[in-house]
């Protein structure tokens, strides 16, 4: 089996509640006369010509040209407010279902457990909180090594740094730009965790954490 197997965090193993999309449709719900401006202003910067417009072809692309100036004025009308609004929304990490079972499912057989992560330095307060800081053999966070995903250099750190074996190694993340291409390209066993179906039928995807373990196996015997 692998000895080691490291986790991306946000969104790999934690998420963080109220989501920052469900955070922007209550903030649009709330302040809908920023939505009526937006329209406003969009109809008088490009109104509708029946006269011009005579075929689905012509309407398809008025509407797409609405639709982006639409957008880019309600974000001028409210990025500020959308900023100090985000920012008093209360916010708290929590692991997801199948996070701690397979840390600790993966701690029973002997195999090193780390995170390596984009983030703040407070990760390490993060974790204690979430009660899994001691079950970690490495942890890595960008903020501190002033390198971060998807820069090789910073899996390269990752490598270098606790001298991985690669061959006996495998990462788990949840981002294909982030995660999935770079530290294959520094030769890491990668795997994408897709919570959300974005890459069904990928060779490399996982649905649920717990299924690195099998994964693992499958990977060790063909070495």
Not at 71 to 95: M, P
Not at 117 to 125: C, I, Q, R, Y
Not at 191 to 196: C, G, L, S, W, Y
Request: aromatic letters at 14%.
């Amino acid at each position: 089996m692998k000895k080691t197997v490291l986790f991306d965090f946000v969104n790999t193993l934690a998420y963080l509640s109220p989501a920052r999309e469900d955070i922007l449709q209550q903030f649009l719900q709330e302040k809908k006369e920023y939505i009526l401006e937006a329209f406003r202003y969009t109809d008088e910067q490009l109104p509708y010509s029946s006269v011009n417009i005579i075929n689905s072809i012509q309407k398809r692309a008025f509407y797409q040209d609405y639709n982006q100036k639409l957008f880019k004025n309600l974000s001028l009308i409210c990025y500020n407010e959308f900023h100090d609004y985000y920012n008093g929304v209360k916010k708290e990490w929590f692991l997801y279902e199948d996070s701690l079972s397979t840390i600790e499912a993966l701690k029973a057989k002997n195999i090193s457990v780390g995170i390596i992560s984009n983030f703040d330095k407070n990760l390490d307060e993060v974790l204690r909180s979430l009660g899994i800081d001691n079950l970690l053999d490495i942890l890595i966070i960008s903020a501190e090594i002033q390198l971060e995903k998807p820069n090789i250099e910073f899996y390269e750190y990752v490598k270098n740094n606790y001298n991985l074996d690669l061959d006996n190694t495998v990462y788990v993340g949840d981002s294909w730009s982030l995660d999935y291409e770079p530290s294959r390209s520094v030769g890491f066993e990668s795997f994408i965790i897709d919570r959300n179906n974005l890459y069904l039928g990928m060779p490399n995807s996982i649905q649920n954490l717990s299924d690195i373990i099998e994964k693992i196996s499958h990977v060790t015997q063909s070495i």
